[in-house]
């Protein structure tokens, strides 16, 4: 009886050990699982980090997008931060795209207009040297392309010098040209001559330009056409006898004459 009662007493003392050393395990698996969960974990060394270059060459990337999309300005800015991320290809895409944009503001200035050099200047003052008396002979042209000149008349207020037609093109269509050269006296009187043309050659009056100087033409209707304009106290007359039956046909005749005369330039 005794020794059942040492058994019991052990069986007992055995469970009571066995229980404490199972809790103890069973709390230390409790902390090691709410560490493992509560404790930061450490980066993944096997996931590689963004280098400067992917991300210089992603940004490239978009800034081409951008300038085939026609946004110009945020692809200026995509290079920019490209090139100070490092990639070289976005640093020279940013000149060229910077470049084009200055030459492309200096093409929309308007090109100022340049003076033509090869039209004669007109001379300020046209009556400058027309003021005083002189030989009207002397105001005549030397020759006059396409005619041959016959004896000059003159007198001490005019100088009248005869052409003859030499090529075939003018000899059909005048039989005479007549350049005069009129001293007047003065302006005011060389002015009224010039305006009286319509009296003389009243039909197709109107204002031509002989040279630097303003003129006037006209016909008579019938046979003759007249071409006359001043400079200072003298007049300058072409008067052109035609063969054809409209004698308007031959004021541009009459004009090329008129153009002879030094003082037309």
Wanted: aromatic share 4%; proline share 6%; glycine share 8%.
């Amino acid at each position: 009886m005794g020794s059942d009662r040492r058994g019991r007493l052990m069986s007992t003392r055995t469970r009571t050990i066995l229980f404490s050393v199972l809790a103890v395990i069973a709390l230390t698996a409790v902390i090691v699982v709410v560490g493992a969960l509560t404790s930061p974990k450490k980066p993944d060394s096997s996931l590689p980090a963004v280098s400067t270059d992917d991300r210089g060459s992603g940004l490239y990337r978009e800034a081409i997008s951008s300038l085939a999309s026609g946004d110009t300005t945020r692809a200026v800015t995509l290079l920019k931060q490209s090139a100070a991320a490092g990639s070289s290809q976005a640093a020279k895409k940013l000149v060229e795209v910077q470049s084009a944009a200055k030459s492309q503001q200096v093409s929309l200035v308007a090109p100022q207009p340049r003076t033509p050099t090869s039209s004669p200047a007109t001379p300020t003052n046209l009556d400058a040297g027309y003021t005083a008396a002189a030989d009207p002979a002397g105001l005549l042209p030397k020759s006059v392309s396409g005619y041959s000149a016959g004896t000059i008349d003159t007198s001490k207020s005019s100088a009248i010098m005869p052409l003859q037609p030499v090529t075939q093109v003018l000899a059909q269509k005048v039989s005479r040209v007549v350049l005069t050269v009129f001293d007047q006296g003065t302006t005011a009187k060389a002015q009224a001559y010039v305006d009286g043309i319509s009296k003389a050659y009243p039909k197709n009056v109107r204002s031509v330009r002989v040279g630097v100087v303003a003129g006037k033409s006209g016909d008579d209707g019938q046979n003759g056409a007249c071409v006359v304009f001043r400079r200072g106290r003298f007049v300058f007359e072409v008067v052109a006898a035609t063969i054809v039956s409209d004698p308007s046909a031959i004021s541009s005749v009459a004009l090329d004459a008129a153009n002879a005369f030094p003082a037309s330039r």
